[in-house]
């Protein structure tokens, strides 16, 4: 199984709408890029708390990368449609520095 593959495969357990994940595989001069792309609403599914979800991806993803002799790279792009929360969104009672 490529390296796209795997990675797909293990995002699609984590997610609400696996039909709608897609890893995209490009090769340049720094190594591989593995774009990620998903329903909105499964972003924070992919991130994690504090982001160890996505670093747990890239983390397996370098170490196969490292037994190929490749670098690879993990990108997850926001998707249409997602918004960011501001921290007045996050917490209200807290005033705006």
């Known amino acids: 199984m490529d390296d796209a593959k795997l990675l797909e495969v293990i995002i699609r357990e984590l997610v609400g709408f696996p039909d709608e994940v897609r890893v995209e595989r490009s090769v340049d001069e720094l190594g591989v890029l593995l774009s990620i792309y998903l329903n909105p609403e499964d972003m924070g599914k992919v991130i994690g708390r504090q982001g160890m979800t996505a670093k747990s ?41």
């Open 57 to 97: 991806l890239r983390a397996i993803m370098r170490a196969i990368g490292m037994k190929n002799n490749a670098r690879i790279n993990v990108k997850i792009v926001e998707p249409e449609g997602s918004h960011r929360h501001e921290a007045s969104d996050v917490y209200p009672g807290e005033a705006r520095v």
